[in-house]
């Protein structure tokens, strides 16, 4: 059982930085991969980026129509018990609730198939 806690949410303006954390207490949790997705006001959940367990391939969506490619980037820091997504140059439509999500081992950008999903963080961005 892993239980997971997003933070770093908040508002910021357009143009704005946030760095996003996603924590365990359970050392195990240095054995999982993890995920990044957002669910916009009135829209579905959509993948953003995920990294494996041991921080190899960190992945970024590069699909056009959720547009992070070039403004997030993921990483973890297993001595912290963390993974962290930097937000850079934030826009209106980057506005969501956040939510990271934990399986074992190897990234997805399946959502069915991860294991854990934290409560969510709320991002909101001022234009």
């Known amino acids: 059982q892993v239980q997971l806690e997003e933070s770093g949410g908040g508002m910021a303006q357009a143009g704005g930085s946030l760095r996003l954390s996603c924590a365990a207490s359970e050392p195990i949790f240095r054995m999982y991969a993890v995920g990044w997705f957002r669910q916009p006001p009135g829209k579905e959940r959509e993948f953003i980026a995920a990294i494996d367990w041991n921080g190899m391939h960190p992945f970024i969506t590069p699909d056009v129509r959720v547009d992070v490619r070039d403004r997030f980037t993921i990483s973890r820091d297993n001595a912290k018990n963390t993974v962290y997504l930097q937000m850079n140059s934030l826009k209106f439509e980057d506005t969501a609730v956040y939510y990271c999500?934990?399986?074992?081992?190897?990234?997805?950008?399946?959502?069915?198939?991860?294991?854990?999903w934290g409560q969510g963080t709320q991002v909101t961005v001022s234009s």
């Open positions: 999500a934990a399986k074992r081992s190897y990234s997805t950008i399946v959502s069915n198939e991860y294991d854990y």
